[in-house]
């Protein structure tokens, strides 16, 4: 976690009367949001709510127009802040394409903890070989660490994506429409991941679905987007080693 003061009294993530889009047209409008640490926020909406725009400025991608980001009290007020913060974040996306060039599963993992620990002519270490064996263990892939990801599932892929989001052990991890392409048994399989995820490692996380089930199970509070504006929240009924929010 991001160190000093700040870290320890600021929210994990706020939004203060955020604009933002792209070619000066705004998708997001005014939205003010605000996330403790260890706290799991559902959203959803529409296509075209402005979620993953939202999502954008979390990450440092897209600078808005008006507004000011902060997470763990950081300003993202430069390209370095924004540059420094997008190593603390653990991203899934929709899907997981199986790509043309062979890597295996393990190294496809460890492409997690680049950046972080090593880099450049700096090799990974014993810790980093470990780290991965832990992730791989936690989602279920020990087994498969030496095959070729372009062999795998579509569930197995995604169950990648969540190791290499964790293996760097971020401060948010953010999950965009995690499920949206898997069969039935994977969705299940991977909603379970992400109810241990809840339970066990209480990261702060901003999960995107339009999956009510998922976000019931996953999340403490569920806000919903339309015309890049929240206008709905509804916080979850407290569950067994969940956060009070």
């Known amino acids: 976690m991001l160190q000093g003061a700040q870290a320890v009294t600021a929210p994990a993530l706020r939004l203060s009367d955020v ?52 997470v763990f009290g950081l300003p993202l007020a430069s390209g370095r802040s924004r540059r420094r913060i997008r ?18 599963v393990f190294d496809a993992v460890l492409l997690g903890r680049w950046g972080r620990t090593f880099a450049g002519l700096r090799r990974p270490s014993d810790a ?3 780290a991965v064996w832990d992730r791989l263990a936690w989602v279920g892939l020990a087994d498969r660490a030496r095959h070729d990801v372009r062999h795998l599932s579509g569930g197995q892929r995604q169950r990648v994506a969540l190791a290499r989001a964790l293996v760097g052990n971020p401060d948010i991890l953010i999950l965009d429409e995690p499920t949206t392409h898997l069969d ?17 490692l209480r990261i702060t996380t901003l999960l995107v679905s ?12 569920i806000l919903t987007m339309r015309e890049g504006r929240f206008q709905h929240e509804a916080k979850q009924r407290p569950r067994e080693g969940s956060f009070d929010v």
């Not at 979390?58 to 808005?64: A, D, F, R, S």
């Not at 339009?210 to 509070?221: K, N, P, Y």
């Open 19 to 70: 604009t933002a889009g792209y070619g000066g047209r705004p998708v997001l409008r005014s939205v003010s949001l605000e996330v403790q640490a260890g706290e799991a926020v559902g959203i959803t909406g529409p296509n075209g709510a402005g979620k993953s725009t939202l999502l954008r400025v979390v990450m440092g991608l897209l600078v808005p127009q008006e507004g000011s980001v902060h």
């Open 128 to 130: 980093d070989r470990k």
């Open 184 to 200: 039935a048994a994977a969705q299940t399989d991977f909603s379970n991941l992400l109810i241990r995820l809840r339970r066990e």
């Open 87 to 104: 190593t603390r974040i653990g991203y899934v996306a929709q899907e997981q394409p199986a790509g043309e060039m062979p890597i295996t």
């Open 210 to 221: 339009h999956d009510a089930a998922i976000l019931q199970e996953c999340t403490d509070r």
